[in-house]
């Protein structure tokens, strides 16, 4: 089991930036490429980025390149989202995700998940 605990979130502005950060506790945290998805208000879940084992390859939807990137800390089992020029379209709760394979877009492929944090970006 592992347990995912998001942080960071909250109201900003329009290009403004945030950092999220997601902490992971149970089993070695090195195992698990991550991910982040995000879910809008009265829409689906979606994929936002996605980091292999050791940090050396990473993925990130067309909608946030360039703006959002995405990284990771094995010494402090944690994984980051850093995201600037922030835009009201960003704006939904994030969520990071553990699977037991390889870095994906499908949210299928997941096992663990965290409860998420809520980012709302204003006009």
């Known amino acids: 089991q592992v347990q995912l605990v998001e942080s960071g979130g909250g109201l900003v502005q329009a290009g403004a930036s945030l950092r999220l950060s997601c902490a992971a506790s149970?089993?070695?945290?090195?195992?698990?490429?991550m991910g982040w998805f995000r879910q809008a208000p009265g829409k689906e879940r979606e994929f936002v980025a996605a980091?292999?084992?050791?940090?050396?390859?990473?993925y990130a939807a067309d909608s946030v390149k360039g703006r959002f990137t995405i990284s990771r800390d094995n010494a402090k089992n944690t994984v980051y989202l850093q995201m600037n020029s922030l835009k009201p379209e960003d704006t939904g709760v994030y969520y990071c995700?553990?699977?037991?394979?390889?870095?994906?877009?499908?949210?299928?492929?997941?096992?663990?998940w965290g409860q998420g944090t809520q980012v709302t970006v204003s006009s």
């Open positions: 995700a553990a699977t037991l394979r390889y870095p994906d877009v499908n949210q299928q492929s997941y096992d663990y």
């Open positions: 980091i292999s084992r050791s940090g050396s390859s990473t």
């Open positions: 149970g089993r070695t945290f090195s195992n698990y490429p």
